[in-house]
């Protein structure tokens, strides 16, 4: 008798957890290999991703259910592992509830839809906003009394509108037919172009830029942020932990916290970015108003080197 052959399908693979997953999933030691990898995304490939990680790449709309029932069927009887590590972000959060919830729901269908389905268990990527609430709701931001830390998986969730509940009670609700596992991380350190959270590319994009038209290294966050300590998640422990979740029976139904286990602050930090990219330190001064965002697209010279300057070989 063969032993059974794990098929992957990794929705969101060219977000910051994907290149990472897959490479975790092709190691030669990763539990369960042998596995066959199935990436997917909105849009085909960018030219920076190895497609040589993947076994096939599938590109469909999540939030259409017809695109995904279409794109998915032919291999709904394959997969036996759905890694979930994407989603659409909106400022309200009861769209993005809405809107994530529909892409988890139209996926799951489509793998279910056949009778020889073999999806076992599904793992679903959130983060630390299951204890903070809708920190980016402009309305709901504004009355969030959070957890302190620091965070623990059996916390109490909060009474606000969060579309990470709502995934996780989507997979829950598919139980005892399939296992799920909960992944929340910190702040994503991981390769991606294609990715509004991937804070360490457009902090050295933001840095790069200051540094060709002369401006001062000026921190865009809150004197919270800058004096208090904070953590980060290295994107390939995160795909470890997926994977590791995903085949271990001591792991099933349950939630993970997963972040690289040190931390520090943004003002000592600041001062080494201020270093690497050869930009004027300057302290954070909270009388003083800077918006990152007004900064970058209210300054044609900004637009300007965006697009005409390769300001990122220098």
């Known amino acids: 008798m063969e032993p059974q052959t794990f098929v992957a399908l990794v929705v969101g693979v060219t977000g910051l957890t994907g290149l990472s997953l897959v490479q975790a999933l092709k190691q030669p030691n990763s539990p369960g290999v042998p596995w066959k990898v199935y990436g997917a995304a909105r849009r085909t490939p960018p030219s920076w991703f190895p497609l040589s990680n993947i076994d096939h790449f599938i590109t469909f709309d999540a939030v259409d259910s017809s695109d995904t029932r279409a794109k998915l069927s032919p291999i ?10 994407t989603f659409q972000i909106r400022a309200e959060e009861e769209v993005n509830i809405r809107i994530n919830k529909t892409m988890l729901l139209n996926v799951l269908t489509a793998l279910r839809s056949c009778d020889s389905s073999k999806l076992a268990h599904v793992t679903v990527q959130t983060g ?15 009355q969030l009394i959070s957890h302190d830390p620091p965070f623990r998986e059996n916390m109490a969730r909060l009474p606000y509108p969060n579309f990470y509940y709502a995934l996780e009670d989507l997979v829950a609700s598919y139980a005892p037919s399939l296992t799920y596992s909960v992944h929340r991380s910190s702040i994503i350190i991981g390769a991606s172009s294609r990715s ?6 457009t902090l050295s994009v ?26 980060m998640t290295d994107a390939g422990v995160l795909a470890q932990q997926h994977v590791w979740a995903a085949v271990t029976p001591e792991a099933k ?62």
């Open 196 to 201: 509004v959270h991937n804070a360490l590319l």
């Open 253 to 314: 139904n349950q939630a993970f916290n997963c972040t690289n286990g040190d931390v520090f602050t943004w003002k000592s930090i600041w001062k080494l970015f201020s270093e690497l990219f050869d930009v004027e330190f300057v302290a954070f001064d909270e009388t003083q108003s800077f918006d990152l965002a007004e900064l970058a697209f209210g300054r044609r010279s900004w637009r300007n080197t965006i697009f005409t300057t390769p300001f990122w070989r220098k």
């Open 206 to 231: 933001y840095a790069a830029i200051c540094r060709h038209v002369g401006l001062a290294f000026r921190y865009p966050g809150t004197k919270y942020t800058w004096e208090h300590f904070c953590d």
């Open 76 to 85: 709904a009887s394959e997969v036996t592992h759905l890694f979930w590590i």
């Open 128 to 142: 630390t906003k299951h204890y903070m609430g809708p920190i980016f709701d402009p309305v709901h931001s504004t």
